[in-house]
């Protein structure tokens, strides 16, 4: 902490715990005890059970569980390589051509994502693309949506970059193919498993675009957590959310423990 008595530090804490526990703890906690609720007792839920869970995690609560994941990671792993690739030809363009690159990749997060859901479902609901009513019309959106962080991220990370390893490698004779692939992704390694981690948390969360745009087959987690809470079940869709919440924070944090490998290296 920048501050350096004992007063200040404490007034700190107590600032960010006043805020931090009534703006995400509090709404977070209260989600997690409807989960294990059957009925609301005054303004906290009562009536503990396990039962919302059990259908949580079989039957068709599975099956979203499995299509957000596979969504997620599939437009991760597209979006990151796309960002990447963005991210180093925009490094090549100069300031001009980057700034232009940039604004292109920014687009789609300037706009709200229902936007974004509705511009796909126009562009590729007639041949000779025809995705409406497959599962890869989600991906695509997904992908469109997280892309703009995976290329801001990788994009910083390059500008950060010390231009002395490339240039050692390059002055020992490398190609450009070997600078890149045994110099610079390495140490751009870090950041891109960071990027990799806010694609997949932003995919497991996306609604607005999923909405519009998804398949009977293809049903991801978070519109089952809405429809549950459309219908009133507002204890189920509390178990769901939390499933949809553990089932990221378990991949984010698998995640975060390659990155730290990474840093060390």
């Not at 703890?25 to 005054?42: E, K, R, Y």
């Not at 859901?117 to 497959?134: D, F, I, K």
């Not at 769901?240 to 990155?259: D, N, W």
């Amino acid at each position: 902490m920048l501050v350096h008595s004992r007063t200040g530090r404490w007034t700190a804490w107590a600032v960010f715990a006043v805020l931090f526990v009534p703006l995400f703890a509090l709404p977070l906690l209260v989600i997690v005890a409807a989960s294990f609720s059957t009925n609301w007792s005054g303004a906290l839920p009562s009536g503990p059970t396990t039962a919302h869970y059990a259908a949580a995690v079989r039957g068709e609560s599975l099956r979203a569980l499995t299509t957000s994941l596979v969504t997620a990671v599939t437009a991760s792993l597209i979006a990151l390589t796309v960002g990447t690739w963005a991210a180093l030809a925009g490094a090549a363009l100069g300031r001009r051509g980057k700034r232009v690159l940039d604004a292109l990749f920014m687009l789609p997060v300037a706009v709200p994502s229902v936007v974004v859901g509705l511009a796909v479902l126009v562009a590729y609901s007639q041949p000779p693309v025809l995705l409406n009513g497959t599962r890869w019309i989600v991906i695509l959106a997904h992908t469109v949506l997280v892309t703009a962080f995976a290329h801001q991220s990788v994009s910083a990370a390059i500008e950060r970059l010390d231009p002395m390893y490339e240039q050692a490698a390059a002055g020992l004779g490398a190609r450009p193919s070997y600078v890149l692939l045994r110099v610079r992704l390495p140490l751009l390694l870090p950041s891109l498993n960071a990027a990799a981690g806010l694609c997949f948390a932003l995919s497991m969360g996306e609604l607005s675009a999923t909405m519009m745009l998804y398949p009977p087959d293809w049903l991801p987690l978070p519109v089952l957590v809405f429809t549950a809470t459309d219908r009133g079940s507002l204890f189920t869709g509390s178990a769901l959310a939390v499933v949809l919440m553990t089932a990221t924070l378990l991949v984010l944090l698998a995640v975060s423990r390659v990155r730290n490998r990474a840093s060390f290296r």
